[in-house]
């Protein structure tokens, strides 16, 4: 079983050069935020509102959002939209470090995004208090750690694109499917670890 001072090490050794940060920019940070619970150490997940105008509408995600003008750097990005969205206060204390960036592609007409993880360690799950900003974040929910890397977990989710329904590979858990870019960050996380993702995302 991972223990926070193995992804302390891990994260620490990896030689990882972020996102070089430009407010003016397409960038955008997520929070993978770890916590003890009754299952040894359990990762935090937030299923997003149903908008219109949100292309990740309802999906699992790790709390986060773009850049904005006042952000100094990639991490305040995560900091500042884990507060808005889900109150819980990151601090420097809290931060073990970053995961690799990712380039997300989008359409021809739109920018290309850059996104930057990074990890946190917040203690204990019982002193973990939440408050969802309701028209960015319907639920937010914990995972255990073996949850997430047991190959039983793994299912298929079918999503829609451009009238097509097309198949993809994912982590059940309860009702929802952790699938696309998600998955492909704890992927990352999975192999900083050492450990074998259950799923080729």
């Known amino acids: 079983m991972i223990t926070i001072n193995e992804i ?8 990882h050069e972020p996102a070089v940060h430009d407010t003016s920019a397409s960038q955008a940070s997520v929070a993978l935020i770890i916590a003890e619970g009754e299952s040894g ?38 900091e500042r939209e884990t507060k808005e969205e889900i ?3 990151l601090v420097e204390n809290h ?20 996104l930057s993880p990074f990890v946190y360690h ?23 750690v073996t949850h997430l890397f047991d190959t039983e977990s793994v299912s ?10 097309m198949t993809f590979p994912g ?14 960050i704890l992927g990352s996380f999975a192999q900083l670890m050492g450990y074998e993702s259950p799923v080729n995302s």
């Not at 302390?8 to 030689?15: E, G, S």
């Open 156 to 165: 298929d989710h079918v999503f829609s694109i451009r009238g097509s329904n």
């Open 95 to 114: 931060r073990i470090g970053p995961l690799p960036i990712r380039q997300i592609e989008r359409s021809a007409a739109i920018e290309n995004m850059v």
């Open 171 to 184: 982590i059940k858990v309860g009702d929802h499917i952790i699938w696309g870019l998600t998955l492909r």
């Open 122 to 144: 917040i203690g204990s799950r019982d002193q973990v208090v939440t408050s969802c900003d309701p028209m960015e974040v319907a639920e937010v929910f914990w995972v255990p």
């Open 8 to 15: 302390h090490t891990a994260i620490n050794d990896q030689d």
């Open 41 to 78: 150490l359990e990762i935090c997940f937030i299923r997003r509102s149903e908008r219109e105008d949100d292309p990740w509408s309802g999906h699992v995600a790790f709390p986060g959002g773009r850049v904005e003008v006042e952000d100094i750097c990639a991490n305040t990005v995560a």
């Open 87 to 89: 109150g819980i206060h």
